[in-house]
């Protein structure tokens, strides 16, 4: 196993190349994602904004996985397959009404955007697999849990469960879109 390290591109490449042999894969799915630190909350109002904040949501919610679908693409079956990224549905730039939490917002539109772009290039060069966004819903854990307790969200098994039964149904026709954990397409 190799890790990943989003400073260091080819830590993901070599990460690729070590699983050429065990491939095609069927199923490639990125989870990582970042909401908030020890040092910073998502922000409330634009005076809270800081570059140093924007830069690292940047690079770890649209950068790395960007890079990610860059080298793990190779691996996918060409006869059939999906890759999915975790993304959020506050990542929605049409469905944004409350504002708020600007570097997490725009970290994920731009990686919807990557997801999009990367979808009509699939649909050339990789037309049987779909390229997804896919929004995992609110889940009790680390990411979620300083906003509303322990208590908040679904259980991680039950959403795990949830978001395999939408990727398996998924197609290459689905390739391009938004999806919930639900099976609901989402406005980009």
């Given amino acids: 196993m190799h890790p990943i390290d989003y400073d260091d591109e080819d830590s993901i490449a070599s990460s690729a190349k070590s699983l050429l042999e065990k491939g095609p894969f069927q199923l490639i799915i990125n989870t990582i994602g970042v909401l908030h630190s020890e040092r910073w909350m ?3 109002k634009l005076e809270d904004l800081h570059a140093e904040q924007l830069m690292q949501l940047m690079k770890v919610n649209a950068i790395g996985p960007a890079l990610t679908m860059k ?3 190779k691996l996918l079956d ?7 990224n975790l993304s959020a549905k506050v990542g ?3 469905d944004n009404r409350l504002g708020g939490w600007y570097s997490y917002r725009a970290s994920k539109a731009a990686l919807n955007m990557l997801i999009k772009t990367a979808a009509i290039e ?3 060069t990789k037309p049987n697999c779909a390229l997804i966004a896919l929004h995992p819903g609110t889940v009790n854990s680390n990411l979620s849990r300083p906003f509303k307790g322990e208590q908040i969200g679904r259980p991680p098994l039950d959403a795990a469960q949830d978001m ?3 990727l398996l149904s998924v197609g290459k026709e ?3 879109s938004f999806i919930s954990y639900s099976g609901e397409r989402l406005p980009w």
């Fill in 42 to 44: 998502p922000e409330k």
């Fill in 71 to 73: 080298h793990f693409s």
């Fill in 78 to 84: 060409p006869a059939g397959s999906v890759m999915a």
């Fill in 92 to 94: 929605s730039i049409e």
């Fill in 122 to 124: 699939f649909g050339r």
């Fill in 164 to 166: 395999l039964d939408v």
């Fill in 174 to 176: 689905d390739s391009g």
